[in-house]
């Protein structure tokens, strides 16, 4: 288990003053925002009614005594002025990002948690299935694919950004269709392979009964990815998954061990399943958000 006081440390991160605010680019995404919370509204959500945005700011809007908050929306981290900007994510690979990290989008990275029928460890199959999107500005989603889309059940669900951009680079052939989570909780090991940024997987493969094969997380979030302990938690790979074969290789051959695993990954998402711990550490943010 990790501390509440640890959480809070870590959620709030290295700010070091003085403070300046970022400039408000109110019809941009991707980019921080002042939001003035009795009267949020923000041209993204219109386009895009289906972002959980408005609904976690609904929810931390009860802690504030500010009616104004600065947020960063959007999967890119925020890179800016020293300032408390409420982010979904810190990029371990950007010196640069910044901000106070908090449920952000919480529905699409928590939602699924624990609402699944899985299945017993022994009665999986010994395999691995993958399915995603192409949200994936770095490519590695796409150099994925292309790996391993020929021999195994990995593939796109849908093409609904990059295709769009540059279609030479995504061919029908990579999209094999949409798996349900019921379905691909079927096999022992799931990649978690990051989009724009973290999986939104990520949750929901943890606490389920099968293994992460995964690198060590790049971003930070709510999920406390620091605490995630490789050969634990999870089964590490390389950062392009070129060892993916050989990581379930060796899953194969330590079974057991593959199942205490899955276990402690269950064990571990379970510590953000209460709501009173969940609300209090967020009312501890916000009020920090509030005093700087």
Request: proline share 7%.
């Amino acid at each position: 288990m990790i501390s509440i006081d640890d959480r809070i440390a870590f959620y709030i991160g290295d700010q070091k003053a003085p403070f300046t605010k970022p400039n408000d680019y109110a019809k941009g995404y991707d980019v921080p925002i002042c939001i003035n919370l009795p009267t949020y509204k923000h041209k993204y959500h219109t386009i895009h009614p289906g972002t959980a945005y408005p609904l976690d700011v609904a929810r931390l809007s009860r802690y504030s005594k500010n009616p104004n908050l600065w947020m960063q929306c959007g999967d890119s981290p925020y890179i800016g002025s020293n300032y408390p900007v409420l982010v979904k994510i810190r990029d371990t690979q950007n010196p640069d990002s910044k901000g106070v990290l908090a449920s952000l989008e919480s529905p699409r990275h928590w939602g699924d948690l624990f609402k699944h029928e899985d299945m017993d460890w022994h009665d999986k199959r010994s395999d691995f299935i993958w399915r995603g999107a192409d949200t994936n500005r770095r490519g590695l989603r796409l150099d994925f694919v292309k790996r391993y889309y020929q021999d195994y059940n990995v593939g796109f669900s849908q093409y609904a950004q990059n295709a769009k951009e540059t279609p030479n680079l995504y061919p029908q052939r990579y999209i094999k269709g949409s798996v349900s989570i019921d379905e691909m909780l079927k096999y022992k090991y799931l990649p978690v392979v990051d989009g724009n940024d973290k999986s939104s997987s990520l949750g929901w493969v943890l606490g389920s009964n099968s293994v992460p094969i995964m690198p060590k997380p790049r971003f930070h979030s709510w999920l406390c990815e620091p605490w995630l302990e490789s050969g634990k938690h999870y089964v590490e790979c390389l950062p392009d998954f070129s060892d993916l074969l050989e990581r379930v290789a060796w899953c194969r051959d330590h079974d057991q061990e593959c199942s205490e695993i899955a276990e402690n990954g269950t064990k571990f998402m379970l510590q953000f399943m209460n709501p009173m711990t969940e609300s209090f550490i967020e009312k501890k943010i916000i009020e920090y958000v509030n005093e700087h």
